[in-house]
C-alpha cells in the first residue's frame, strides 16, 4: 500500500522552512501533495496560482511530490486523495501546541488519518511566511528566507 501524505498551507510565500520540511516528508513518502490552500480568512499577498507555481519549480527534481489546490477542510482534501498522513512542520513550542490542537481535531474527524510533525532546521527556526509577507510589504529583502528559484521584488 502507497504511503500518501498531504502537507497543507497557505505558502504565501513558500520560505526555505517549508522547503526543509517538504524534502524531509518527500523522503518518508511515496508520494507527498502540497496543499495550497484558499483560506477565506486569511488576506493573502500572493494569488493561489502564483505560489503553487512556485512550489512546483522548486520541486520540479522530485517525482514524489504533487502539488494541489484546495479549500475546505484539510481531512476532506486527504480523504479526496487516498491520502492517510498530514505532515506538518514545526519551529518551537507554540508551533506545536497550536499543531497539536489541529492533530486531536482532525484525528476526532477522521482516526484513519495521522499527523505526522516534523521539525524544521534550526537556521529555519526562525522563518514564517507571515514575517517573509511583512517585510516584503515593507520594501525589505526577504531572499534570504525563499527557496533560491523565487525572486521577489
Known amino acids: 500500500m502507497k504511503k500518501i501524505a498531504v502537507f497543507p498551507g497557505s505558502f504565501d510565500p513558500i520560505t526555505k522552512g517549508h522547503q526543509a520540511i517538504i524534502i524531509k516528508a518527500a523522503k518518508l513518502f511515496d508520494s507527498l501533495i502540497i496543499a495550497v490552500g484558499e483560506n477565506s480568512s486569511k488576506n493573502c499577498l500572493f494569488e493561489i496560482e502564483t505560489r503553487k507555481k512556485w512550489i512546483l519549480e522548486t520541486f520540479d527534481e522530485f517525482e514524489n511530490i504533487e502539488v494541489a489546490t484546495f479549500s475546505g477542510l484539510t481531512i476532506d482534501f486527504c480523504k479526496q486523495k487516498k491520502a492517510k498522513y498530514i ?23 477522521n482516526d484513519e488519518i495521522e499527523t505526522v510533525l516534523l521539525y524544521t532546521d534550526h537556521k529555519h527556526s526562525m522563518i514564517s511566511s507571515s514575517t517573509v509577507r511583512d517585510i516584503l510589504k515593507h520594501n525589505g529583502n526577504a531572499q534570504q528566507f525563499l527557496p533560491d528559484n523565487i525572486k521577489i521584488g
Open 87 to 109: 505532515v506538518r512542520g514545526l519551529r518551537n513550542t507554540l508551533d506545536f501546541e497550536y499543531e497539536k490542537t489541529i492533530a486531536l481535531m482532525n484525528k476526532s474527524l
